[in-house]
T-cell receptor, first 116, second 116 residues
Framework: EAGVAQSPRYKIIEKRQSVAFWCNPISGHATLYWYQQILGQGPKLLIQFQNNGVVDDSQLPKDRFSAERLKGVDSTLKIQPAKLEDSAVYLC??????????????FGPGTRLTVL | QQQVKQSPQSLIVQKGGIPIINCAYENTAFDYFPWYQQFPGKGPALLIAIRPDVSEKKEGRFTISFNKSAKQFSLHIMDSQPGDSATYFCAASMYAGGTSYGKLTFGQGTILTVHP
C-alpha cells in the first residue's frame, strides 16, 4: 500500500508571495488532515476533510490560508500572502474511516516551507 | 485546556537503557492517547496508543503507563537501541461528535538519542 504523497518536499519563497502544497492520501482513505509543524513543536491541525467536505478548520488562518479537496481525493493547501511565521513543515495525513478516535492517521513526509 | 505538555525536551541514554517520556493533559474529555515516532525528514508514525480504561499497554519494547487520576501518561522504551533515536510525540484525542472527532492535540516532542 502506497503511503501519503506530498509535493514539493521543499519550498523557499519571499514574504508576501504565495505558495501551494499538494497531497495525495492513501487510496480509499476518506479523511484527510493538514498539519503545521513549526520547528521544535508538535504538529498542529489546520484543517480536516471528510471526503470533500470540511470537518474542522477552526485553527486555519483563513485570511491567508485556504485548502480544498476536490472529488474527495487529492488536496491542496495554499498560503497567500506568506509571512515569516509561516516557515514550518506542512504535513498531510489521511485515515480510513470517519476520523474516529482510534482511526490511525498516516502521515506523509511533509513539505518544508522557508519564508525569507 | 486543550494542551498536552511533554517532557523532557531531549533525552540521551546508552544502548540498553530505559528512556521515559512523560506527558500531562488538562482536558478530562480526552480519551485516546497515542504516541508517534518521527525520524528526520519523515512524517510521524503511530507507535502505540492507549485508552483510559487500562493503566498499561505493552507492544514489544514499548510500554505506555497511564494514570487517569493524575492526568498523566508516559512512554517507556525497554532495551533501547540506536535505531530508536528519533523524536517522540505524545498526543491526545477525544470523540466530541459533530466536527471534532479525530482531532489530535500533540505534545511538544522529545528528541531521544541512544548512544551505542
Amino acid at each position: 500500500e502506497a503511503g501519503v504523497a506530498q509535493s514539493p518536499r521543499y519550498k523557499i519563497i519571499e514574504k508576501r508571495q504565495s505558495v501551494a502544497f499538494w497531497c495525495n492520501p492513501i487510496s480509499g482513505h476518506a479523511t484527510l488532515y493538514w498539519y503545521q509543524q513549526i520547528l521544535g513543536q508538535g504538529p498542529k491541525l489546520l484543517i480536516q476533510f471528510q471526503n470533500n467536505g470540511v470537518v474542522d478548520d477552526s485553527q486555519l488562518p483563513k485570511d491567508r490560508f485556504s485548502a480544498e479537496r476536490l472529488k474527495g481525493v487529492d488536496s491542496t493547501l495554499k498560503i497567500q500572502p506568506a509571512k515569516l511565521e509561516d516557515s514550518a513543515v506542512y504535513l498531510c495525513a489521511s485515515s480510513r474511516l470517519r476520523g474516529g478516535i482510534t482511526d490511525t492517521q498516516y502521515f506523509g513526509p511533509g513539505t518544508r516551507l522557508t519564508v525569507l | 485546556q486543550q494542551q498536552v505538555k511533554q517532557s523532557p525536551q531531549s533525552l540521551i541514554v546508552q544502548k540498553g537503557g530505559i528512556p521515559i517520556i512523560n506527558c500531562a493533559y488538562e482536558n478530562t474529555a480526552f480519551d485516546y492517547f497515542p504516541w508517534y515516532q518521527q525520524f528526520p525528514g519523515k512524517g510521524p508514525a503511530l507507535l502505540i496508543a492507549i485508552r483510559p480504561d487500562v493503566s498499561e499497554k505493552k507492544e514489544g519494547r514499548f510500554t505506555i503507563s497511564f494514570n487517569k487520576s493524575a492526568k498523566q501518561f508516559s512512554l517507556h522504551i525497554m532495551d533501547s537501541q540506536p535505531g530508536d533515536s528519533a523524536t517522540y510525540f505524545c498526543a491526545a484525542s477525544m470523540y466530541a461528535g459533530g466536527t471534532s472527532y479525530g482531532k489530535l492535540t500533540f505534545g511538544q516532542g522529545t528528541i531521544l538519542t541512544v548512544h551505542p
